[in-house]
């Protein structure tokens, strides 16, 4: 660490420890600038954190970061508290190990070292040798930035309006995140968006931004105003409490991962089996990357959804791993039932549907390669090929990478004749200094090996009888359980038929109904057909004429009228013959105007076609007025024909008589005789 005489140190020692209680804590304070005391007080949390805000100062030396909260909640809250500016110094450490201030001391001016220091000679020292660059710089803030973005009320006014109130909330708020991701966008920072999105807008949201909180200057802004609110907030480093970095898991991993306001993450290991189900609120890609490296090396990054969302995106590639998606977005009931025969499986216990949603995702992309996974095993066992744990562990996440299973079999065997060539040599030459020693030697070491043997076969018996007690306990255990779940599934099967039963109820139940609806349509139909029918008969504009057919009149009650005749060629001559003795009248259907005329000029029986016809029933039938009065036409024109007829055969009998006359009177008149013509033929 360099010197950095020219700023203020401001060095702080614990007097008294107040426990839970911060308020109660009282600490020796040094105020230090180039090598020269400033002040020296004593005083509670609060003057110290005035203390660092009116001078602030570069640095702040402690020899115990621990103590200036008592434990780490404690100490979180005073992190919180300080200038962004000012640095944490732990005078007591040197290339993360612990050094004793006395030793520290003696570095300094020899005066303040001849005895031992109270608290506020502490605080003195540990200003002077901060100031000095001893010690190790804890790096209180990381390069990250919480934006929170809420309503500035609550949107519960009460009264009728109250959900338009809560609405116009949610609007402005989801154009605030608005507002901040196209500044974000735009300066071409990196973050991640949690939200939460209610009807109408968004209730909530934060950006994770991985940014100095210097670079947001003049490109975020605070708020609080009655409609939103924006806090700016740097995230404290949590990692400042742990001096050592865990070595990292040999293990890969396939890791699950649900994004959100609040996260779900599951890791699994080669095996499938469950190694970290976890879920909380502020867990950023850092946070998550950090908790995987602990646990092992995440290979895969699976989601639930089809797209993946942006943050699963993000992670993948931070991790370096590869990114699964299912083919479509899984179901609810797909992720209960994974999840639920997961659970049963392993004996674990899933507590919300946020680790649900990552398990599942775990679960699916596993089980992509859990056929491979298992194939190699197997392949390996069968060989009797001499492979370690953690040898088979790297062979497995070689699948992952999807390479071939035969190209990863064959470097198995190249690596194991490999270890066995440098293995032979090995016991080679622990042969050869192996002869080289007495026979008593050796019969000695060979008895000590013997009892020795002996010993741990004897140990290894009675693990194995403890073991054998256990695994039949489990069978038992088991038992009850397989006898317990074909009780529900034929429980399941047997609710499955009686759904399927319903359902197929249901669907003829659907069925009727849409045949009773259509009928219903049709007869709706009718009636109203009926009713301007009835109108159009109360008008006058429609008449009803009875059939002219068999089954509907009978032949001996024909009488003068009119009747309808819906197919002409059905009847003989003898019934045309009756008609026109009856003076009936005829009507036909449209399109029969050749058999009208027919009618008229060969039969003489009045007849015509109706425009349009409706029957009503199967002996009457409704017809347009218009139809009538082609009819009297039709009559008058057959009356008019009549007579003419009539007419003419008069002439005829006129004539004739005439004819009679004239020879009657040729004939007198050839005889000689003479005869009044007046006389009777």
Known sequence: ?????????????????????????????????????????????????????????????????????????GVLKILRLLPPDTEIVQVTLERRKGVSLKELSSRMDASLSKEKPNAVKTAVMLAFLAGQGIGERLKVFKDKVKISVYAGRSGYAGGSRSDKFRRNLRSVVAQAVKRIKEELDKAGIDYDLMIRRSKGGVDKAYFIVYSPRDK????????????????????????????SYGKAQSKHLVVGYDPGIKIGLVALDLEGKPILITSGK????????????????PLVVATDKNPPPEMVRKLASMLKAQLYCPSRSLTTGEKELISADFSRKHGITVRNTHERDALSAAVKAYRVYEEKLKKLVKKVRSMNLPVGLKSIEEYKARILYDESLSSII???????VRESSLANSSNSFAGALRGAQGKNEKVEELQNALLQKLDEV?????????????????????????AKINTEIN?????????????????????????????????????????????????????????????????????????????????????????????????????????????????????????????????????????LEKLNKASELINELRRKQEEKNRLNLTKLENLVKQYRVSRMKALGKTENPESKV
């Open 1 to 73: 660490m360099k010197s950095d005489q020219s700023k203020v140190v401001v060095g702080a020692d614990i007097i008294k420890n107040g426990g839970n209680d911060l308020s109660s804590y009282v600490y020796a304070l040094a105020l230090v600038r180039d090598g020269r005391v400033l002040r020296v007080d004593e005083g509670s949390l609060g003057r110290l954190i005035r203390l660092l805000w009116e001078n602030r100062p570069s640095i702040l030396a402690v020899d115990n970061l621990m103590e200036l909260g008592g434990n780490k909640k």
């Open 216 to 243: 947001l200057y003049g490109l975020i802004k605070k708020a609080k105003g009655k409609d939103v609110t924006v806090r700016i907030r740097p995230v404290i480093n949590k990692e400042i409490f742990s001096m």
């Open 491 to 627: 429980e399941r099967v047997m609710k499955d038929r009686k759904v399927k039963e319903l359902l197929q109820r249901l669907n003829n139940l659907e069925q009727h109904i849409l045949r009773l609806e259509t009928e219903n349509q049709r007869k709706e139909k009718l009636l109203r057909d009926y009713a301007k029918l009835l109108e159009g008969i109360l008008l006058g504009e429609l008449r009803l004429i009875p059939s002219l057919r068999a089954g509907c009149v009978a032949s001996e009650s024909l009488k003068r009228s009119i009747y309808y005749l819906d197919n002409p060629n059905t009847l003989s001559e003898d019934a045309y013959l009756k008609i026109k003795k009856n003076g009936i009248l005829l009507l036909l259907p449209p399109g029969k105007e050749d058999f009208v005329e027919y009618l008229l000029r060969e039969k003489q029986i009045p007849t015509a076609t109706v425009r349009k016809v409706w029957s009503f029933g199967s002996c009457i039938n409704i017809v347009d007025s218009g139809a």
């Open 282 to 297: 502020s867990l950023d890609r850092e946070d998550i990357a950090s908790l995987l490296v602990k646990f092992g090396k």
């Open 458 to 482: 004897t140990k290894e018996r009675d693990i194995y009888k403890v073991k054998a007690a256990l695994l039949s306990e489990r069978v038992k255990e088991l038992s009850t359980e397989i």
């Open 410 to 416: 064959e470097d198995i065997i190249n690596d194991a």
